[in-house]
């Protein structure tokens, strides 16, 4: 099965969203810019991390994750600094196998609220209508298999919807500095 890849692409002028990836796997997706787009966005839904996926995001879109992203069991995914993951209502990030977020403290991954404008820009095109809080997303669930995934420089923000922010069986998660 081909597995999508999107590299350093730049959508203009598109009437919704730039890449809209349902059902699918991702394997790489480096540096994708847009503007004057419906949404400026990635948008993921039920979507799932394949191989040995790379994912850097550094000056390029937001990733929006509709629902539920997934990373597999056996699989591994290196996402880099500067990458930015924007959760809607009650969505979700759950990983079964090795998530590593390799970030500096001065460029991090960001996983935020679709509300979030602070972040990526006002990626749902509302302005200041919607604001975000506490508990706008699910969170980052790591479960069993996970247990080589490192977070490090990350900036995690409006989860615990479910009741967590984060959900960790064993995993590093490092403080910046």
């Given at each position: 099965?081909?597995?999508?890849?999107?590299?350093?692409?730049?959508?203009?002028?598109?009437?919704?969203?730039?890449?809209?990836l349902?059902?699918?796997?991702i394997?790489?997706?480096?540096?994708?810019?847009?503007?004057?787009?419906?949404?400026?966005?990635?948008?993921?839904?039920?979507?799932?991390?394949?191989g040995?996926?790379?994912?850097?995001g550094?000056?390029?879109?937001?990733?929006?994750?509709?629902?539920?992203?997934?990373?597999?069991?056996?699989?591994?995914?290196?996402?880099?600094?500067?990458?930015?993951?924007?959760?809607?209502?009650?969505?979700?990030?759950d990983?079964?196998?090795?998530?590593?977020?390799?970030?500096?403290?001065?460029?991090?991954?960001?996983?935020?609220?679709?509300?979030?404008?602070?972040?990526?820009?006002?990626?749902?095109?509302?302005?200041?209508?919607?604001?975000?809080?506490?508990?706008?997303?699910?969170?980052?669930?790591?479960?069993?298999?996970?247990?080589?995934?490192?977070?490090?420089?990350?900036?995690?923000?409006?989860?615990?919807?479910?009741g967590?922010?984060?959900?960790?069986?064993?995993?590093s998660?490092?403080?910046?500095?």
């Open positions: 099965m081909e597995v999508p890849r999107a590299d350093r692409n730049n959508f203009v002028g598109n009437s919704r969203y730039p890449i809209y349902q059902n699918s796997l394997e790489k997706v480096l540096q994708n810019t847009g503007s004057d787009n419906g949404f400026n966005w990635i948008y993921l839904t039920q979507s799932q991390l394949d040995s996926s790379i994912i850097d550094k000056n390029s879109l937001p990733f929006y994750v509709f629902d539920a992203l997934r990373l597999r069991s056996g699989q591994t995914t290196d996402v880099y600094g500067g990458t930015v993951f924007k959760f809607g209502n009650n969505a979700r990030f990983v079964d196998g090795t998530f590593n977020a390799l970030a500096t403290p001065t460029d991090p991954v960001y996983f935020t609220s679709i509300k979030d404008d602070s972040i990526g820009g006002d990626t749902n095109s509302d302005g200041s209508v919607t604001t975000p809080s506490r508990g706008d997303w699910n969170g980052i669930s790591f479960n069993y298999g996970s247990d080589n995934s490192v977070i490090k420089n990350a900036e995690i923000e409006y989860g615990g919807g479910a967590a922010n984060i959900i960790t069986g064993e995993c998660l490092e403080k910046p500095g």
